[in-house]
């Protein structure tokens, strides 16, 4: 089962130069690759990925159920 490590961090921004916490998280390759200066400011959030899942997906019908039938009970 593959391990997925995303970390929280923070980035400086380009325009005013302050530090801004980023509001998701990521892996270190992917922040190093968008950003120039950043930090991790805390402990990963690990997550174990099963590829072979079937996550919640909106898009996706539900799976067909049984059709359930209530009895016929006949009047005397």
């Known amino acids: ?12 921004s380009p325009i005013t130069g302050k530090w801004v916490k980023a509001r998701y998280v ?6 190093a690759g968008r950003y ?3 930090e991790i400011i805390g402990p990963p959030e690990i997550r174990d ?3 072979q899942a079937g996550y919640f997906s909106p898009w ?3 799976p067909k159920l049984p059709r359930f039938r209530y009895p016929v009970y006949e009047a005397r």
């Open 26 to 31: 990521a892996e270190k390759h992917e922040i």
């Open 60 to 62: 996706r019908p539900p």
């Open 1 to 12: 089962m593959a391990r997925l490590e995303l970390f929280p961090f923070r980035y400086r």
């Open 49 to 51: 990925v099963d590829r």
């Open 36 to 38: 120039a200066e950043w």
